[in-house]
């Protein structure tokens, strides 16, 4: 288990434009106990197709502190060519409390929403390639009541780089340290 922490940075204003970020990182655990993280490994070999959506598992982090449910992330990529060598990773992922009748969802989702989260992703070296803030939308029951969240959008990633993430790279969530989120 690697503790991190990513200094908050000033613009040139001397305004923070980031948070500061404490995450627990994990690589290749299999502990979901709540309070740890995981990280998911992406699938041993590339699909033939990369514009296809590769399922790229699910991670449980427990960012509340004093809560004992888990937190369950599911990631989906894909990668579409633009111009040169250029390219885009497209990816899905959706936010949900790990068990729960529907008012502990609610209740719990309620308090989720003052962390703020970003996806990591690492090549097969465990090397970080990105750290992608994740802009969430929230998914409603008919009551109005948030019940899951996610995020759909894509950002510019050369086919060399995608695909040292998907052949042995792996994934995880850090987050914030605002609300009631853990530290």
Known sequence: MLHTFVA???DKLGVFNRIALVGLMCFASLNTTPGMCQSSKAPATAPT???KGVDMGRVKINPLSGEKRATV???STSWIPGEGSK???RYRISVAPD???LNEVIAYMHKLNSCSFNLELY???HFK???IPLLFIREVAS???VVAMSANDMFQMGLAEYKSFISGGNWTISWGSTGGCSI
């Open 143 to 145: 009551s109005g009541d």
């Open 129 to 131: 390639l990105r750290s």
């Open 87 to 89: 390219g885009y990773i």
């Open 49 to 51: 197709s990369l514009s």
């Open 123 to 125: 090549d097969s070296e």
């Open 8 to 10: 908050p940075v000033q």
């Open 73 to 75: 992330f599911q990631l």
């Open 99 to 101: 068990g729960g009748d």
